[in-house]
């Protein structure tokens, strides 16, 4: 026997699975073999040591926190949901508001019944559509430029602020997980 | 993991469900092995903690994709082998290369010291895992595997992903690497 092919009949018989002719003749040839009886005492030596190794128990609370972060991930999954609604709906709520009273400014303008007027003429009516836009834009920012402006900083200001608070219940959810 | 196996299919069920404590009920019956095999492969108690509780949160995330075909122990050891290979690659632990060839034995004939005996010396423990560090992030998950678990290499194999050829072949080396790593330890514990 060689001893690469007694090398494979060591670890066969480290873990039990060597025939008993195997056996025999890795025997016969251990006791020839310096090398290879060497190689098979430190083999047998390291699987004992594992083998003796125990099961390290897992600490007692790792249940609870694994339970408490799925559900706090649930939450946090739940706002975040809840948040988009949110500004969906609120999202709504702005263009359905914004439609009626964009639809009045056309309708003083005369750009109201040109969109009504039929499909010929659609490229001169949307011209007069985007020229009326740009008069009232312009007639609304000269009027009442201070308010926009005042109106502009504090619905950015509202806004900075929401989302600061929205960050910040989102990162105290994650910091509790 | 002595519960029978349709009680776990039941919890894992419900658990698909959103039921959280049936998850809890899971994570009972697997916590000792996934904690162990996270101990086993990053070598001290918090992290293995840490990535036993994210194995468990991944497995409940991915739940959906569990193949109740494949036992639930397999997917999960998966899920936890893998998770800490990732730690450990990002730790950039030097581990020993043990894709070079060893070198032959020279020592611990008949009078050299018996590992064995001197292992009695010392923390058994704290030798294993000693031993177990200087092994390769996905050679640990192998011996881990074998080890602790008897797991066939086929199961080894499905577990790291890997054919179960490459398993015997990590195993082997593995092995023959820790012993040697033994003899290097006994031999310089006797001389000191």
């Known amino acids: 026997m060689r001893c690469r092919q007694a090398r494979d009949l060591i670890m066969a018989r480290v873990d039990s699975q060597i025939d008993p002719e195997g056996d025999r003749a890795l025997e016969r040839h251990l006791e020839s073999c310096d090398t290879c009886r060497l190689e098979w005492q430190k083999m047998r030596a390291m699987d004992n040591l594992f083998r003796s190794a125990t099961v390290r128990p897992a600490p007692p609370h790792l249940r609870t926190r694994v339970v408490h972060r799925i559900e706090r991930r649930g939450q946090a999954r739940r706002a975040v949901v809840g948040g988009v609604t949110l500004a969906i709906g609120a999202s709504a709520l702005a263009v359905l508001m914004i439609i009626p009273i964009g639809w009045s400014l056309f309708g003083s303008l005369g750009a109201a019944p040109a969109l009504l007027a039929g499909a010929g003429e659609t ?55 | 993991m002595e519960q029978n196996v349709a009680e776990e299919e039941q919890w894992i069920a419900a658990a698909r469900k959103g039921d959280t404590a049936a998850f809890g009920r899971l994570v009972e019956a697997y916590q000792n092995p996934v904690y162990n095999l996270a101990y086993r492969m990053l070598g001290n108690g918090p992290e293995a903690e840490d990535a036993a509780q ?49 070198a032959e034995p020279v020592r611990l004939a008949s009078a050299s010291p018996n590992p064995e005996a001197v292992v009695t010396e010392r923390d058994r423990e704290a030798w294993i895992q ?63």
């Not at chain 1, 011209?127 to 926009?148: M, Q």
């Not at chain 2, 994210?54 to 998770?83: C, G, M, N, V």
């Not at chain 2, 450990?88 to 290369?97: A, C, G, T, V």
């Not at chain 2, 050829?165 to 033994?182: D, G, H, I, T």
Request: charged share 25%.
């Open chain 2, 54 to 102: 994210e194995a468990f949160i991944r497995a409940y995330k991915y739940l959906d994709s569990y193949d109740p075909k494949r036992p639930f122990s397999t997917w999960l050891f998966s899920i936890a082998s893998h998770y800490c290979i990732d730690q450990l690659r990002r730790r950039r632990i030097d581990w020993l290369p043990l894709h070079e060839e060893i």
């Open chain 2, 130 to 192: 000693e031993l177990m560090g200087t092994l390769s992030p996905t050679d640990r998950a192998a011996v881990t595997l074998h080890y602790w678990y008897d797991c066939p290499y086929d199961e080894i194999a499905e577990v790291l992903d890997l054919t179960v050829s490459a398993v015997k072949s990590r195993l082997y080396r593995a092995r023959r690497a820790l012993a040697e790593e033994m003899e290097g330890e006994a031999y310089a514990l006797q001389t000191s």
């Open chain 1, 123 to 177: 490229v001169a009516q949307l011209l007069i559509l985007f020229t009326g836009v740009t008069r009232v834009l312009v007639a609304l920012l000269d009027r009442f430029a201070l308010p926009f402006a005042a109106l502009a900083l504090g619905s950015l200001f509202a806004a900075l602020v929401l989302n600061g608070l929205w960050i910040a219940t989102l990162r105290r959810l994650r910091v509790a997980r």
